[in-house]
C-alpha cells in the first residue's frame, strides 16, 4: 500500500547522512584523515592523536600525518612530516604520493615510530590512499588502521619457530653424529656441544617469553650487584659455538674495564646478545665483533662492533618492531633492544656506522656504582 503524500516524512537536512558524516567516520574501526594538497590534515585529527595515545599533537607547527601522532622523523625534521631523509622509506608518505601520481587507491604497510614522554613506541599501519575532489580543490582521502597487535603476534609466532626449529634441528644433528663416534675424546667434545646447544634452545625459548612479557609492560626486573667484564665474558662465551659465529671471532676488549654496578644482568645480557648475534651476521668470515664496556660518571657504556657498515636505508628503520633485513616477521631483534634498554633498564640505544669506523652499537645506562 502506497503512503500519501501528506503523509511522508521528508528528512531534514540536518538528517541527510551527508550531514551527519563526521559523525559517522568517527564509529568506524579505522582512522579516516583528509589531507589536503600540502599533506595537512583537514580532517581527522582525533583520531590520529588516539592511534598514539595522545590529547596533544606531537609536533604543534604542522599538521601532517606524522606530526600529529609524533613521528620522531618528523620531530627531527624541520619541514616536519613528509620532510624528511627517511621519509621516502615511510609506507604513509609512499602510498599518498603513489595515490596522488596514479590517480588511484593505493594501499601500504607502514611502520611508524613516535614519541611520547621520553619514550620510544611503535605502531604497525596500514595506509590507503585515495584522490578525491569537492568544490574545485583536490584532496587525498586516507584510511589508516592499526596493525600493531596482528603483526605483533604474527612477528612473535615466526620468530619463535623459525629460531627454536634451528636450535632443535642443531641439537639432533649433533645427537646424530656422537652415536658414530668412536674416540672418548672426541664424544666429550661432542657431548659439550649438545650440551651448549640445549642451554641455546632453552636460552632462545626464555628469550620470547620475556619479549612477550615485556610487550605487555609486565616484566619485573631484578637489578643485582654485577661485574661489567664478567658480563661481557658470558655474552662471547653464549655465542662462541652458535652457528651465527661460524668463521668469526667474538672478543671483549682489552681496553674494557671491569667495576661492578646494580643492574639487571640477564635483560642486559639478553640485549648485548641480541646485538652481537646481528654483529656475527653482518661480519665477513675471518672477522671479529668486539665488544667493550666503560664507566662515565653517572653513565655506564656498553658498546658492540663490527667493521661493517649498515646501508643508509636500513639505518632509518632500525630499532622499528616488524623491520628486518632477514625477511617477513623477523624484525623483533634490534626492536627488542630498544624496548628492553630504554623502558626497562632505563638507558639509551644508539649507533654509527661509518666506512672508516665500522658500526657500533651503543648502550648508555644508568650506574648505581657498588
Known amino acids: ?23 559517522l567516520l568517527e564509529k568506524i574501526p579505522v582512522a579516516v584523515v583528509l589531507l589536503d594538497e600540502n599533506r595537512q590534515v583537514v580532517f581527522g585529527r582525533e583520531r590520529l592523536l588516539s592511534l598514539a595515545g595522545a590529547e596533544l599533537p606531537g609536533r604543534a607547527d604542522h599538521d601532517g600525518i606524522g606530526d600529529l601522532v609524533g613521528c620522531v622523523n618528523s620531530i627531527a625534521a624541520d619541514g616536519g612530516c613528509g620532510t624528511a631523509e627517511a621519509c621516502s622509506l615511510c609506507g604513509a608518505f609512499c602510498a599518498i604520493s603513489a595515490s596522488r601520481e596514479r590517480g588511484a587507491s593505493v594501499t601500504r604497510e607502514c611502520r611508524l615510530r613516535y614519541r611520547r614522554d621520553e619514550l620510544e613506541n611503535d605502531l604497525d599501519l596500514t595506509v590507503t590512499a585515495a584522490p578525491y575532489e569537492s568544490g574545485g580543490a583536490r584532496y587525498t582521502l586516507v584510511t589508516v588502521q592499526d596493525a600493531s597487535g596482528e603483526k605483533r603476534r604474527r612477528a612473535l609466532e ?63 626486573t631484578s637489578p643485582t650487584l654485577t661485574n661489567s667484564r664478567s658480563l661481557l665474558g658470558r655474552v662471547v662465551d653464549s655465542l662462541r659455538y652458535h652457528q651465527v659465529a661460524e668463521g668469526r671471532r667474538i672478543v671483549v676488549a682489552d681496553q674494557a674495564e671491569s667495576f661492578d654496578w646494580m643492574v639487571d644482568a640477564t635483560l642486559l645480557r639478553r640485549v648485548l646478545v641480541n646485538l652481537a648475534k646481528n654483529a656475527l651476521e653482518a661480519t665477513v668470515p675471518g672477522g671479529v665483533v668486539t665488544l667493550d664496556a666503560r664507566r662515565g660518571g653517572d653513565t655506564v657504556r656498553c658498546t658492540v662492533h663490527n667493521e661493517g657498515v649498515i646501508p643508509v636505508d636500513v639505518q632509518h628503520q632500525l630499532f622499528q618492531r616488524s623491520f628486518s633485513t632477514k625477511g617477513d616477521g623477523r624484525g623483533l631483534g634490534t626492536y627488542s633492544v630498544r624496548l628492553l634498554s630504554e623502558q626497562y633498564l632505563h638507558g639509551r640505544v644508539s649507533f654509527t656506522s661509518t666506512r672508516e669506523d665500522g658500526t657500533r652499537f651503543i648502550v648508555d645506562l644508568p650506574t648505581v656504582v657498588g
Open 158 to 220: 615466526r620468530v619463535f619457530f623459525h629460531d627454536i626449529t634451528n636450535l632443535a634441528g642443531g641439537l639432533a644433528g649433533l645427537a646424530g653424529v656422537v652415536k658414530t663416534v668412536q674416540s672418548t675424546e672426541e664424544r666429550e667434545e661432542m657431548l659439550g656441544m649438545m650440551e651448549e646447544s640445549a642451554r641455546a634452545l632453552l636460552d632462545e625459548i626464555d628469550a620470547q617469553r620475556q619479549l612477550a612479557t615485556a610487550e605487555r609492560g609486565e616484566l619485573r
Open 1 to 23: 500500500m502506497s503512503i500519501p503524500v501528506s503523509e511522508r516524512h521528508e528528512p531534514s537536512v540536518k538528517d541527510q547522512p551527508s550531514s551527519r558524516m563526521p559523525e
